[in-house]
């Protein structure tokens, strides 16, 4: 039982170019998250997912874009990525719908740096 | 606007004794909190919880105490251990209508032998 994982650990990138956060949970989860950690800031939401092909907003969606085509995935994508995004990316995943207040269980983080 | 405040950055206690971790919140609709607990390079992992309508919940070392009319919560770790040093965040919810889930900036507590 590997919880959540997140491909990769690390990456950089040049400002423009494009990619994708990999997440996954083997829990049988409904509700998955991206969010944001800044350093001096919490974690911030980007988007969320309460099942299987449905997404909604966080606080913070401008420059990303996601998909949850399977319930044990939830992909994270960056359209021209900009030096503002540079941060560390954490999924997280709960067996709770989004609002029920649930502890949500988070994987080890993508280290993200655009140059 | 920081919905869920933690003033205190950082936090030095000895070892044996207790460690006491606070927030604060704006939102008055929050009626969940939750804290978690993060170690250097890995994702934040849960540790205790409380609701709006108690005033305190303990789990072993752990006790959270809510003051609602202050719009404060403070967690108490007794006796605090050096296994325990690591990032604090708290997080508030609203568990009906619009989702939020605000988490704090985090204090580090370091847990001196």
């Known amino acids: 039982n590997a919880g959540v994982t997140q491909t990769p650990k690390f990456q950089v990138l040049k400002t423009g170019q494009s990619m994708t956060l990999q997440c996954a949970q083997d829990?049988?989860?409904?509700?998955m998250y991206w969010y944001r950690q800044d350093p001096g800031m919490g974690l911030r939401l980007i988007y969320y997912s309460a099942s299987e092909g449905t997404t909604d907003k966080g606080e913070v969606p401008d420059g990303y874009n996601v998909s949850r085509l399977k319930k044990q995935n939830f992909l994270l994508g960056l359209e021209s990525a900009a030096p503002s995004q540079t941060s560390v990316y954490f999924c997280?995943?709960?067996?709770?719908?989004?609002?029920?207040?649930?502890?949500?269980?988070f994987g080890p983080g993508t280290r993200l740096t655009v140059l | 606007d920081q919905q869920v405040k933690q003033n205190s950055p950082s936090l030095s206690v000895q070892e044996g004794r207790i460690s006491i971790l606070n927030c604060d919140y704006t939102n008055s609709m929050f009626d969940y909190f939750l804290w978690y607990k993060k170690y250097p390079a890995e994702g934040p992992t849960f540790l205790i919880s409380?609701?709006?309508?108690?005033d305190k919940n303990e789990d072993g070392r752990f006790t959270v105490f809510l003051n609602k009319s202050a719009k404060h919560l403070s967690l108490h770790i007794v006796p605090s251990q050096p296994g325990d040093s690591a990032v604090y965040f708290c997080?508030?919810?609203?568990?009906?209508?619009?989702?939020?889930?605000?988490f704090g900036t985090g204090t580090r507590l370091k847990v001196l032998a």
């Open positions: 829990m049988n989860h409904n509700s």
């Open positions: 409380i609701s709006s309508i108690k």
């Open positions: 997080a508030a919810t609203v568990t009906s209508g619009t989702y939020k889930y605000i």
């Open positions: 997280a995943s709960s067996n709770s719908l989004p609002g029920q207040g649930n502890e949500q269980f």
